[in-house]
């Protein structure tokens, strides 16, 4: 079964990363009974807590990766994220 690692970086107190924490939370919740949807694992990581994040995502925040690669940055589109996984292979 193919899997889908979702990371979201953002920092505390960022009202657009809990948007986004929320969406993908809604998204992967959907999806839990589609047989068709990869296993899905998530994480969060503190732009605060990694210097190297923070140099790399501070004006980006929040983004999300999908198995190592950048999804989305700033808002995440629900219908593109739900592809996205779909087509994790």
Known sequence: ??????????????????DARDLVGSV????????????????????LDDAELHERYLEDIPVLLINGKVHNYWRIDPVRLRTALLEVS
């Open 28 to 47: 992967v919740a959907k999806l839990a009974d589609d047989v068709s949807a990869p296993e899905i694992t998530f994480e969060e990581r503190s732009i």
């Open 1 to 18: 079964m193919p899997t889908a690692h979702l990371i979201l970086i953002g920092k505390p107190g960022c009202h657009l990363c809990d």
